[in-house]
């Protein structure tokens, strides 16, 4: 066994799945087991349940991140064309997933707090614990894709986009005498 393996390897003859059922609020984890002829480790005489299997294989800390990315992909399948996603959200879903530099930069950075109300001791923990970035950020694209809870918008950013809308606003050519 070998220490630094993505979880699915540290799973690996048992798949996880997670399912959302329309009558129920929440998800339900489910195992399976991946039979396939190159696997040695099904010739063996130990048998194992699912929970000793993940404590062996070092495998129980990475559920609670993974469960974030699983929501977010179970929501969006779910939806299925009723959720357009735009190519910034793709990139941001791609740096959310692979870049914490950069997903730093974006919310420290940006305008980003300057919009949402986020309290000292969350900044302080998403400014310096990978985890807590990884699931503020994916609570936050939850929110833009889905309408799920997060940080209130600050009243002023409310005011501030009608502003701006209010001075983009064009003419339309088929109605001139609008302004």
Known sequence: MYS????????????????????????????????????QGHREEKHWTVQEWREDQGSDGYDRQNRGWMELIIKRRSAGDMVQTSLSVTEMFYMISTNPEATRRFLFDSTFLKRYQVDAETERKVREDDLALTEFAISWLKSVLFGDPFAPVRPEAFSELKQRHAQEKKVDPLRPDEP
Do not use: N
Request: hydrophobic share 35%.
């Open 4 to 39: 630094d393996r993505p979880v699915t390897c540290r799973y690996y003859p048992i798949g996880m799945a997670l399912m959302h059922r329309q009558e129920s609020a929440g998800e339900e984890d489910f195992y399976f087991l991946i039979k396939e002829d190159f696997c």
